[in-house]
C-alpha cells in the first residue's frame, strides 16, 4: 500500500484524523462525514506506514454488516494481510472459546433466545405474566446486562436509577433472578455473558488480560456513541498501559439506547 495514496482525497479534517501522530484519538464528526472512511484509512495508513502491525489491529463495530463492510474497505485499500474486525460478541466469543480450552473448561452453549429461556424460568418456577413478564424481563435483564449489574444486585441500582417496568421492580427482578439460575442449572450463557466472562476472567487473571492486550495491541471502534457501560469496560481493559486507541462516533446518531448504550460514554471522552 502506497501510504500517500491512502490520504490523497481525504479532505485536510480527514487527512489529519487519519494521520495524527496521537494514538489515543476520538474522532466526532456528523452524519456523512465519512468516520468509516477515516477509520478503515487510519488502519490502512498505519500499516502501510509500519506505525501499527495488521496481526495486532481489532476493529470492533456493533453489527455483522458493519463489520462485512469495514473488512471489504480494507481490503479495497490493498490491504492483504489479516485484521480482526468483527462485532463486541463475535470477537470476544471467539476469546472466550479459546479460554475455555485454554483453562480446560467445559465449552457452554450460547443461547441465542433470551424470550424463549425467560418462558422456560417462568415455567420452571411458577412465575405469572405469560408474554407481558417476558417482554419486561428481557428489557429489564438487557438494560443491567449492560451495565454488569446481576441479578441480586438488580433490586437496589434499579430502584436509585428510578426504573419503573410494568408490574415493578420485584417482579422484574424475581424474573431476572430465575432466568439467572436456569442459566446456571442448563449451563448456557447469553450473548451479553460473553463480555461478561471475558471481562471477568480478564480482571481476576493479570496473565489473561496482558494476553488480550498484547493481541489486540491497537484498537479501534466504529459507531462508538453505540457503546454500552460494559463495553466500555472492555475498551478500557485493552487500552490499559498502551492508550492505542482510537474512536470514531456522533453522539446524535446513537441507535442502541435501548440495549444500554450510552452516548454520553463519547461525549464525555476527553475528561474519561
Given at each position: 500500500?502506497?501510504?500517500?495514496?491512502?490520504?490523497?482525497?481525504?479532505?485536510?479534517?480527514?487527512?489529519?484524523?487519519?494521520?495524527?501522530?496521537?494514538?489515543?484519538?476520538?474522532?466526532?464528526?456528523?452524519?456523512?462525514?465519512?468516520?468509516?472512511?477515516?477509520?478503515?484509512?487510519?488502519?490502512?495508513?498505519?500499516?502501510?506506514?509500519?506505525?501499527?502491525?495488521?496481526?495486532?489491529?481489532?476493529?470492533?463495530?456493533?453489527?455483522?454488516?458493519?463489520?462485512?463492510?469495514?473488512?471489504?474497505?480494507?481490503?479495497?485499500?490493498?490491504?492483504?494481510?489479516?485484521?480482526?474486525?468483527?462485532?463486541?460478541?463475535?470477537?470476544?466469543?471467539?476469546?472466550?472459546?479459546?479460554?475455555?480450552?485454554?483453562?480446560?473448561?467445559?465449552?457452554?452453549?450460547?443461547?441465542?433466545?433470551?424470550?424463549?429461556?425467560?418462558?422456560?424460568?417462568?415455567?420452571?418456577?411458577?412465575?405469572?405474566?405469560?408474554?407481558?413478564?417476558?417482554?419486561?424481563?428481557?428489557?429489564?435483564?438487557?438494560?443491567?446486562?449492560?451495565?454488569?449489574?446481576?441479578?441480586?444486585?438488580?433490586?437496589?441500582?434499579?430502584?436509585?436509577?428510578?426504573?419503573?417496568?410494568?408490574?415493578?421492580?420485584?417482579?422484574?427482578?424475581?424474573?431476572?433472578?430465575?432466568?439467572?439460575?436456569?442459566?446456571?442449572?442448563?449451563?448456557?450463557?447469553?450473548?451479553?455473558?460473553?463480555?461478561?466472562?471475558?471481562?471477568?476472567?480478564?480482571?481476576?487473571?493479570?496473565?489473561?488480560?496482558?494476553?488480550?492486550?498484547?493481541?489486540?495491541?491497537?484498537?479501534?471502534?466504529?459507531?462508538?456513541?453505540?457503546?454500552?457501560?460494559?463495553?466500555?469496560?472492555?475498551?478500557?481493559?485493552?487500552?490499559?498501559?498502551?492508550?492505542?486507541?482510537?474512536?470514531?462516533?456522533?453522539?446524535a446518531q446513537a441507535v442502541y439506547g435501548f440495549n444500554g448504550a450510552d452516548p454520553s460514554l463519547l461525549v464525555e471522552v476527553e475528561s474519561r
Open positions: 500500500m502506497d501510504a500517500d495514496a491512502l490520504i490523497a482525497d481525504l479532505d485536510p479534517d480527514q487527512r489529519d484524523a487519519v494521520t495524527t501522530e496521537s494514538r489515543l484519538v476520538a474522532v466526532i464528526a456528523g452524519a456523512g462525514s465519512g468516520k468509516t472512511r477515516v477509520l478503515t484509512r487510519r488502519i490502512a495508513h498505519r500499516i502501510a506506514t509500519g506505525d501499527a502491525d495488521a496481526r495486532h489491529t481489532l476493529a470492533l463495530t456493533f453489527t455483522r454488516e458493519a463489520a462485512g463492510e469495514l473488512r471489504r474497505r480494507l481490503h479495497r485499500l490493498g490491504l492483504r494481510d489479516h485484521v480482526e474486525a468483527g462485532t463486541f460478541h463475535s470477537v470476544m466469543l471467539s476469546v472466550l472459546r479459546q479460554r475455555w480450552t485454554d483453562t480446560e473448561r467445559r465449552p457452554k452453549t450460547i443461547v441465542p433466545d433470551r424470550g424463549r429461556l425467560l418462558r422456560d424460568a417462568q415455567r420452571e418456577d411458577g412465575v405469572g405474566g405469560g408474554r407481558q413478564l417476558v417482554e419486561v424481563g428481557n428489557e429489564e435483564i438487557s438494560w443491567a446486562m449492560a451495565r454488569g449489574i446481576s441479578a441480586d444486585r438488580y433490586p437496589a441500582v434499579a430502584r436509585r436509577e428510578g426504573r419503573r417496568p410494568l408490574g415493578g421492580v420485584e417482579a422484574a427482578a424475581a424474573t431476572y433472578e430465575s432466568y439467572a439460575r436456569l442459566k446456571r442449572k442448563r449451563g448456557v450463557i447469553d450473548f451479553d455473558d460473553v463480555l461478561l466472562d471475558v471481562l471477568d476472567d480478564a480482571e481476576r487473571d493479570g496473565e489473561f488480560a496482558d494476553m488480550l492486550r498484547w493481541r489486540f495491541r491497537h484498537l479501534l471502534v466504529d459507531e462508538a456513541q453505540d457503546l454500552n457501560p460494559v463495553q466500555h469496560r472492555l475498551v478500557d481493559l485493552l487500552r490499559h498501559g498502551r492508550d492505542d486507541v482510537f474512536l470514531v462516533g456522533d453522539p
